[in-house]
């Protein structure tokens, strides 16, 4: 592993790059949440957030807020946490801004702040890919969790075609950068998976190996393959007719109980 890879380089990135923040743009909480659910338009029957209603609901790197809110839109009492300033306060405002009842908290996913068994779910989309460290986060996670809880946590599908042809092909093969040695097939994945370029940590599991490292952990994990995009020269995230059937797309949504 990359030795200058640790947890500051880690938080400086992510300070720089909150999901969903739209800063430049100025989008309200309405249009952010608008494009969020357009744009990954399978989130609600995937996830269920209208099926939380009164639970406690933890989310594990919350970004700017937007999944977050909608758990408490239908009725979850939801407890937000993420490791950078600015998504704390972007969440906050967010959370002022939709007069919805969200805790935001600012804490490593490696050390979470609360009790042994205190929540009916947790969730985290997006996020678990990038901590190199994720079987400690798994036992947090666990630990946090009460019996017959619910995990909900979406990663990125190594058997995907934007893998293999977005980031692997295009800035690989195409620009020689993986034959001449310049960089290796992790060092694309964690440069190029993101929006801005050059994430520290990015590690994309086939449905296979997310399978075996969550069944160490958790009880009957299910796992879905979703959202058949890829990224061009010209425009990230096109979509493009493909039956979920063939597990193509770039999210596995791992569903799993503890």
């Known amino acids: ?67 977050a809110l909608e758990f408490a839109r239908y009725g979850a009492k939801v407890t937000a946490t993420d490791m950078t300033d600015n998504a704390v306060n972007l969440t906050n405002q967010m959370v002022k801004e939709a007069k919805l009842p969200v805790k935001v908290i600012q804490a490593s996913a490696i050390n979470l702040p609360f009790p042994d068994a205190s929540f009916d779910c947790v969730y985290s989309y997006g996020v678990l890919h990038h901590i190199p460290d994720i079987e400690k986060v798994l036992y947090e996670i666990k630990r946090v969790m009460k019996e017959n809880a619910q995990l909900l946590v979406m990663l990125y599908h190594r058997d995907s075609l934007l893998h293999a042809y977005s980031i692997i092909y295009r800035h690989g093969i195409k620009s020689e950068l993986l034959s001449k040695g310049v960089c290796t097939e992790q060092d694309l994945v964690s440069k190029y998976s993101e929006r801005i370029e050059g994430c520290p940590y990015t590690k994309v599991y086939t449905k296979e190996e997310a399978r075996a490292l969550f069944s160490r952990y958790f009880n009957d994990v299910d796992i879905t393959v979703r959202y058949n995009v890829i990224d061009t020269d010209k425009q990230r995230k096109v979509k493009f007719k493909l039956s979920d059937e063939w597990e193509l797309g770039w999210h596995l949504i791992l569903k799993a109980m503890k």
């Open 1 to 67: 592993m990359n030795k200058y890879l640790n947890e500051k380089n880690i938080k400086d990135y992510w300070e720089k790059c909150t999901p969903m923040s739209f800063a430049a743009e100025k989008w309200s909480y309405e249009q952010k949440r608008e494009f969020r659910y357009t744009l990954q338009d399978y989130m609600h029957s995937s996830f269920g957030f209208g099926e939380w209603s009164g639970k406690e609901v933890l989310e594990v790197g919350c970004g700017s807020g937007v999944d």
